[in-house]
């Protein structure tokens, strides 16, 4: 029989260059918001407000799991913009989808499900979630979780005797798949050193700071570059492994001076050195408002939020999560009140006007928001659209 006409493997060797996952994690105070910030042309999404105190460029702080969900695809829209996206934290991200889990179900925590059902439906959820982020880094950007850690006690199947661990403060079904899916895991501790005292007694000494590349009995890490098992908690350290950005987002590499460390996310020049993006210098009284080109979709956000006539923002007053989810979407006041009085929601007031949805009760509200697909998928039938 005559063989088959197949055409040539196409083959390809060499290393690819291409943006990284990371995931950085450790006892909370490690410094792993600092280290973060040094990433190029980071953008945080801040879960729990630990980047308060830092410079740099961030996204709205989510207060639903649909919001944190809004905003990764609205980076994976604007992907030239971005160099880095960090999540900090996994942990309290994870919070997010548990509470939006159970919204959705009517429960009052994960564990009401039963059978670990709601862990599995979380894990879905989070799962889609690490979707976008896999297209977001097939686009060119980075993107780092960072995450608490937590101790557990651990026993190997061949061995009596446990011992302690470091693993990252996710649930088990959340943790395996973050590692699974991170191309580097790099665990962050304090180097202590146990010393024995004149009495016999253990002291301890030390401090540094380290992290580690390479997996051990006590924590889990890995990475695919042939980084030294334990290293420096500094940025240099990787610097290497990220290939010069191609977005419009500036580089935000930070370089810690040896006495203390910066929390600065922006690029430090010297006075021969310019960028494009430099503005020419000006005086006190005539220098205009500097907004970067991460700050600024946020400060033409603020401005469009405003409403012209009384200068108040228009989501003000609103359920807390529903107003962010609102935000987020870019949706309207008058086409949420379309969809509730249209569909029959709520009823009108007996003079026929809608309710204000800044009124609306806040069990409601949290309905919109957990089925929030579901809710928009009517603005067809009810939104009154100007055509």
């Known amino acids: 029989m005559a063989p088959f006409n197949c055409a040539p493997l196409n083959i390809t060797k060499g290393r690819i260059i291409h943006a990284l996952k990371v995931i950085l994690y450790g006892p909370e105070g490690i410094g792993?918001?600092?280290?973060?910030?040094?990433?190029?042309?980071?953008?945080?999404?801040?879960?729990?407000?630990?980047?308060?105190?830092?410079?740099?460029?961030?996204?709205?702080?989510?207060?639903?799991?649909?919001?944190?969900?809004?905003?990764?695809?609205?980076?994976?829209?604007?992907?030239?913009?971005?160099?880095?996206?960090?999540?900090?934290?996994?942990?309290?991200?994870?919070?997010?989808?548990?509470?939006?889990?159970?919204?959705?179900?009517?429960?009052?925590?994960?564990?009401?499900?039963?059978?670990?059902?709601?862990?599995?439906?979380?894990?879905?959820?989070?799962?889609r979630l690490l979707d976008i982020l896999n297209r977001l880094s097939e686009l060119g950007v980075n993107v780092v979780f960072t995450a608490h850690a937590q101790q557990r006690k651990v026993e190997l199947p061949d061995q009596m005797d446990t011992?302690?661990?470091?693993?990252?403060?996710?649930?088990?079904?959340?943790?395996?798949?973050?590692?699974?899916?991170?191309?580097?895991?790099?665990?962050?501790?304090?180097?202590?050193?146990?010393?024995?005292?004149?009495?016999?007694?253990?002291?301890a000494q030390g401090g540094e700071r380290r992290m580690y590349a390479a997996h051990r009995p006590a924590f889990d890490a890995k990475n695919r570059f042939g980084l030294p098992d334990e290293m420096p908690m500094d940025f240099g350290q990787i610097a290497h492994l990220f290939p010069r950005p191609t977005t419009g987002h500036p580089v935000q590499n930070v370089t810690a001076p040896a006495s203390s460390p910066t929390h600065t996310g922006a690029p430090t020049t010297t006075e021969s050195q310019t960028t494009p993006n430099t503005m020419p210098p000006t005086t006190i009284d005539s220098a205009p408002e500097v907004v970067s080109a991460a700050q600024e979709p946020e400060v033409q956000r603020k401005k469009a939020d405003i409403n012209p006539f009384t200068g108040r923002d228009i989501y003000e007053g609103i359920y807390p999560p529903l107003a962010d989810l609102l935000r987020a979407k870019g949706v309207s006041l008058p086409d949420i009140q379309d969809i509730v009085h249209g569909a029959g929601i709520l009823p009108k007031q007996p003079n026929g006007e809608y309710v204000e949805v800044r009124d609306y009760p806040e069990g409601l509200c949290q309905e919109i928001v957990a089925k929030w697909d579901s809710f928009w998928a009517l603005s067809e039938q009810y939104c009154q659209l100007p055509f």
């Not at 600092?34 to 879960?47: H, K």
Request: some cysteine.
């Open 32 to 127: 792993k918001t600092t280290l973060a910030a040094c990433f190029p042309g980071v953008v945080f999404i801040d879960t729990e407000g630990s980047t308060k105190s830092f410079d740099v460029a961030r996204l709205p702080a989510p207060t639903s799991w649909e919001m944190l969900v809004a905003e990764v695809q609205e980076v994976l829209n604007h992907a030239d913009e971005v160099g880095t996206l960090c999540i900090d934290t996994a942990d309290w991200a994870e919070k997010l989808c548990n509470r939006s889990i159970c919204e959705k179900a009517g429960k009052s925590g994960i564990e009401d499900f039963g059978y670990g059902k709601g862990y599995v439906f979380a894990s879905e959820a989070f799962g």
């Open 163 to 203: 011992y302690d661990k470091y693993e990252l403060k996710c649930s088990k079904q959340i943790s395996p798949m973050l590692k699974e899916w991170a191309d580097m895991v790099l665990f962050c501790n304090f180097k202590t050193f146990v010393v024995q005292s004149d009495s016999g007694k253990g002291k």
